[in-house]
């Protein structure tokens, strides 16, 4: 006689019992947890922004207006502050960093390279306030006594190093970051450039290649795509970073041209401002800036992906 059909219910049980769906279950669960506190993140910054978001609407973005006093708020000096800062930052650390990737990974013997890279974790795992202190009694006094006046000097005919010399401001604020950047780049980039197969670099040699053009023609495109993501991970880092440049950036709501000059961020304006935000209104300012922040590092993360995606394809056309 045929054995009766098992139910539904009696199937999921033994699938549970034998392992394979508890921990696609458990997996999925952990997986789902991450976008469910994404939502939640943005829910609340959404909901709790509505007041400035009805009286200002889109106008907020395109605002240089921040008056607490009569409540009158715009996002626009501190959203170019931000980007400014950070991408300045990048361009400072991005090619230093990779440099030092190239030369632990591939030119350094196997002693100095995981010396140097312990020092580098060490780097970064050193809270940002302790950056923000260093600067602040090294950085700013170097800044204002020696390297200001002097691009001031040779480079003031364009208007990017013009106007009086503080010592804090976009300038100060992005080598800061850019110290504080560079020791994400350089692990991440390492480690990729670890990864390349070992049969690339012998074949390129072995094609009469020297250790140089192996390692440029042949090593660094091969893990391009970890090095994109590390650049994009030290962007991460600088768009969010708060008490560092808190410190440094001289805290003025205003957009100069000049890089010499104060600015501010978002993240430092939220961090400064908000347990001073005694009306609903000036709280709800402070919680769309903060939502424009997170909306800001979504469209990068974004970009990131679909850069790496199209570095990947043309790669695989290429091959």
Not at 12 to 20: A, P, T, W
Not at 104 to 112: D, G, H, I, S, V
Request: hydrophobic content about 55%.
């Amino acid at each position: 006689m045929a054995a009766p059909p098992q139910s539904a219910a009696r199937k999921f049980v033994k699938r549970l019992q034998d392992g394979d769906q508890a921990a696609h279950l458990i997996t999925l669960i952990f997986a789902t947890s991450v976008f469910l506190v994404t939502v939640f993140l943005v829910y609340e910054l959404w909901m709790n922004s509505s007041p400035t978001r009805a009286k200002f609407g889109f106008g907020f973005l395109f605002s240089k207006n921040w008056d607490p006093v009569n409540e009158q708020f715009g996002a626009l000096p501190f959203i170019y502050g931000t980007v400014v800062t950070s991408l300045l930052a990048l361009l400072i650390a991005v090619p230093l960093a990779l440099g030092a990737a190239i030369f632990l990974a591939e030119l350094a013997t196997p002693k100095l390279s995981n010396s140097c890279t312990f020092l580098i974790e060490l780097l970064a795992a050193v809270p940002s306030v302790i950056y923000g202190l260093l600067a602040w009694f090294t950085l700013v006094p170097v800044m204002r006594q020696y390297v200001e006046p002097f691009l001031k000097k040779t480079l003031g005919f364009s208007p990017l190093f013009q106007g009086t010399v503080y010592g804090v401001g976009y300038l100060t604020a992005s080598i800061i970051l850019a110290a504080m950047t560079f020791p994400f780049i350089i692990s991440i980039s390492r480690e990729s450039l670890l990864a390349v197969p070992r049969e690339q670099r012998e074949a390129a040699l072995a094609l009469g290649a020297t250790k140089w053009e192996s390692t440029w023609q042949v090593v660094v495109p091969y893990a391009r795509l970890g090095i994109i993501g590390s650049i994009f991970l030290g962007l991460a880092r600088a768009l969010g970073e708060t008490m560092a440049v808190t410190m440094v950036i001289g805290n003025d709501p205003s957009i100069h041209a000049s890089l010499l000059a104060p600015g501010y961020t978002i993240a430092a304006a939220i961090a400064n401002e908000f347990s001073e935000a005694t009306g609903a209104m000036y709280q709800s300012a402070l919680v769309e800036l903060g939502l424009v922040l997170f909306l800001i590092t979504i469209i990068l993360n974004a970009s990131a992906q679909l850069l790496i995606i199209a570095t990947t394809g043309k790669g695989s056309k290429r091959e």
